[in-house]
C-alpha cells in the first residue's frame, strides 16, 4: 500500500512542476485532474492493443514497437481531442506541453500501478523504477503535446513539427523499451546496458527542455510581454544575476 501511496505523492509532486512551466496563463487544474484520470483509462486501452499484438508476434523489438506505436498513437489522440473540445482553453504550444505531460502521468501511473500489483514483494526498492517510469511517459507526452500545441495555432511549419514531434516520441519510447526488455548476461553488456539507458533518457529531457523553453518564451510573448518572471528560478537565479538588489539602509 505504501508504495501506491509513494509513486502519487511523485506523481503529484511531477504534476506541480510542469504546471509552473505554465507561467503566463494557467491551466484549470479540474482540467488538468481529468487529463491525468483520462490518460490512467487510456493506458488500459493501449495496454489491451498491445496484448493483442503481442498474442500473435514475439520477440523484444516487436513488444518495443508495439508499445511505442500504441501509446504514443493513443497519446497524440487525446491530446488533440483535448485541443478541439475545448480551444479555448488550449491556445498555446505550451498547453500541448501541459496537458500532454499530464496525460502522460496518468499513463505512467496506471502502468506503474499494474506493474506494482504483480510483484513479489512490491516493495519501496521498486519506487526509482517507478519514479524514472513516470518521467519518461511525463516527458513523451509533452514532447506528442508541442506539436499539437502547434498544429492548433496554425503555426507557420507546423505540419512537419507535429510529424517530428511524434517521430521523436515514438523513437525514444522505442529505444527505452527496447532498452529495458533486454537483459545482459556480461559484464560489460551490463555496463553498455546501463550507459544506453541513461543516453536515451537524457537525450528525451534534453529535448523536452527545449521545447518547454520555446513554448514559454511564446507565451510570455503573447499573454505577459511585461511579465519578469522566469522558467530559472532560484538557485539558477544566482548564476544569471536575476536576485532582486538590496535596497538603501535607512
Known amino acids: ?28 487544474w479540474p482540467g488538468l485532474v481529468a487529463t491525468a484520470l483520462l490518460g490512467a483509462l ?9 496484448l493483442f499484438v503481442l498474442a500473435r508476434y514475439g520477440g523484444d523489438a516487436v513488444a518495443a514497437a508495439t508499445a511505442a506505436l500504441a501509446e504514443e498513437l493513443f497519446r497524440l489522440a487525446c491530446v488533440a ?17 501541459v496537458y500532454g505531460s499530464i496525460l502522460g502521468l496518468g499513463m505512467g501511473i496506471e502502468e506503474s500501478f499494474a ?15 517507478e519514479v ?4 519518461g511517459h511525463l516527458v513523451m507526452g509533452g514532447i506528442t503535446g508541442f506539436g499539437v ?7 507557420p511549419g507546423w505540419p512537419g513539427a507535429l510529424a517530428g514531434s511524434i517521430a521523436s516520441s515514438v523513437a525514444l519510447h522505442f529505444l527505452w523499451d527496447l532498452v529495458a526488455l533486454h537483459v545482459p548476461v556480461t559484464p560489460l ?17 534534453l529535448l523536452y527542455g527545449f521545447l518547454v ?12 510581454p511585461a511579465s519578469v518572471k522566469t522558467l530559472w528560478g532560484w538557485p539558477f537565479a544566482l548564476a544569471r544575476g536575476k536576485l532582486p538588489r538590496p535596497g538603501p539602509v535607512t
Request: overall charge positive; proline content about 6%; aromatic content about 6%.
Open 189 to 205: 553488456g551490463a555496463v553498455l546496458h546501463n550507459l544506453a539507458g541513461v543516453a536515451v533518457m537524457l537525450s528525451g529531457m
Open 132 to 135: 524514472v517510469r513516470l518521467l
Open 149 to 155: 500545441g502547434l498544429g492548433r495555432m496554425r503555426l
Open 213 to 224: 523553453t520555446v513554448a514559454s518564451e511564446r507565451s510570455r510573448r503573447i499573454f505577459a
Open 1 to 28: 500500500m505504501i508504495l501506491y501511496v509513494a509513486i502519487l505523492v511523485c506523481g503529484a509532486l511531477a504534476a506541480l512542476l510542469v504546471y509552473r512551466y505554465d507561467m503566463y496563463e494557467r491551466e484549470p
Open 81 to 97: 481531442a483535448v485541443a478541439g473540445l475545448f480551444p479555448r482553453t488550449f491556445n498555446d504550444p505550451m498547453d500541448g506541453i
Open 115 to 129: 506493474l506494482v500489483a504483480t510483484a513479489a514483494p512490491p516493495g519501496l526498492e521498486r519506487l526509482p523504477h
Open 42 to 50: 487510456v493506458m488500459r486501452g493501449a495496454h489491451l492493443a498491445e
